[in-house]
């Protein structure tokens, strides 16, 4: 028996998938809606803390992090100076 898995159906969902709305709550948490009803609280401050890079560390500064936007379906920063890729968003993890 092979058992063939076809990466591209298990991403495309992922395709279709986008940010409804997005709340910063504070602490450097938001509350992310996606267009399939569910809901995460997505914790960015262990990356931006551990992040080595000024262009990320910057972000640290609560009023730049805070004014974001969004962007066909994503969370925007700055004309995409940081962004994060929406499947984890929807895990509700990013890592460094």
Known sequence: ???IVDYKDLESGFNQLKIDSAKYLSDY??????????ERLVDFKPFLSKSLHPSIKK???ENKFSNFSL???NLNWNDYDLIFPL???YNGQIGA
């Open 87 to 89: 499947s984890d968003l």
């Open 29 to 38: 948490a938001i509350r992310i809606k996606f267009s399939d009803g569910n």
């Open 71 to 73: 962007t066909d379906g």
């Open 1 to 3: 028996m092979r058992i």
């Open 59 to 61: 972000y640290l500064d």
